[in-house]
Nanobody
Framework: VQLQASGGGLVQPGGSLRLSCAASGSILVIKAMGWYRQAPGKQRELVATITSGGSTNYADSVKGRFTISRDNAKNTVYLQMSSLKPEDTAVYYC???????????????WGEGTLVTVSS
């Protein structure tokens, strides 16, 4: 199972950016997907998660500005980020709680991070 994230880059404060993350491989079912971020010198923190049923959860710092969504048919999760602030600058990591084929239980999988820089 692999997670491939894309969409990071440099954006000005107040701007928007959309991240995508596609899961591939021997997948039986994806229970939940989400985004985490890690800023320089800080611990990795939750940004947003979404279950297979569409229930979402957001960090307080991004509520009202970020929207997480998923396309179950494509095994892809998106993070639409708006009104970006310099403090949103971080490496963003995609996460999936996935049950692989031939396994009974789910596991956490992580994609390689994608850098988001918010700066003028």
């Amino acid at each position: 199972v692999q997670l491939q994230a894309s969409g990071g880059g440099l954006v000005q404060p107040g701007g928007s950016l959309r991240l995508s993350c596609a899961a591939s491989g021997s997948i039986l079912v994806i229970k939940a997907m989400g985004w985490y971020r890690q800023a320089p010198g800080k611990q990795r923190e939750l940004v947003a998660t979404i279950t297979s049923g569409g229930s979402t959860n957001y960090a307080d710092s991004v509520k009202g500005r970020f929207t997480i969504s998923r396309d179950n048919a494509k095994n892809t999760v998106y993070l639409q980020m708006s009104s970006l602030k310099p403090e949103d600058t971080a490496v963003y990591y995609c996460n999936g709680f996935i049950v692989p084929l031939f396994r009974a239980a789910g596991m956490d999988y992580w994609g390689e991070g994608t850098l988001v820089t918010v700066s003028s």
